[in-house]
């Protein structure tokens, strides 16, 4: 059965929206490895809330770090030391992994989460935004990804319709447009759901 890992090009674009409708469209475990800032809740959290799917699909973190930083310097902080080895894929699926922040977010100061998911093998998502910018960052990320022979599946887009900038990343990317996410004025499983459905193609997915 599938299981991906969500990164995205950057932070706070979406990726744990994302993640929740995907976790509740497949019915799929979610798991965040590393959680970076916990004043504000987890991600697992929001994903458990989002997706509808029974708790015990929602994996707990590897890792709990208190400030909302890149995992390395969180950890320093909390004088934790990330061991990248102690990563170990849960065997469960469907299965949804999401990583911190973008793709080449460092766990330690040798490693980053490209170099993580290149060792897992799993097909990657990279979760973009449609505004300006979003081409650069967008073909960076895929390009990191592609340096480490990391398997992407495609591009899941998150914000208003810009179909220039979408097509040119999935284009000059050779990637796979799977869908766009707009921005919901009100976030709750039912209109994630809906939203999710009418952006996407399932068979994508499974």
């Known amino acids: 059965m599938s299981a991906f890992v969500v990164t995205g090009t950057d932070t706070g674009i979406g990726k744990t929206v994302f993640s929740a409708a995907l976790t509740g469209a497949l019915g799929a475990h979610y798991w965040k490895p590393v959680q970076s800032g916990l004043a504000d809740g987890a991600d697992k959290d ?53 990583g911190a922040g973008g793709a080449l977010v460092p766990l330690t100061r040798e490693v980053t989460y490209a170099d993580v998911f290149a060792e897992w093998g799993l097909l990657t998502i990279i979760v973009a935004r449609t505004s300006l910018g979003t081409i650069n960052h967008s073909l960076l990320t895929i390009e990191a990804l592609r340096a480490r022979r990391v398997p992407i599946h495609g591009v899941a887009f998150v914000g ?15 990637v796979h447009r799977l869908g ?16 999710f459905a009418r952006g996407f193609n399932l068979e994508d997915f499974t």
């Open 46 to 98: 929001s994903v458990a809330s989002l997706a509808a799917v029974p708790a015990a699909r929602i994996i707990p973190e590897a890792y709990r770090l208190t400030e909302p930083l890149s995992p390395h310097r969180a950890a320093e902080l909390d004088s934790v030391t990330i061991d990248p080895d102690v990563l170990i894929l849960p065997e469960v699926r469907p299965l949804v992994v999401e």
């Open 180 to 195: 766009r996410l707009p921005v919901l004025p009100a976030l709750a499983p039912e209109t994630l759901s809906d939203a």
């Open 160 to 174: 208003e319709a810009n179909e220039d900038n979408e097509a040119t990343i999935c284009e000059m990317g050779k």
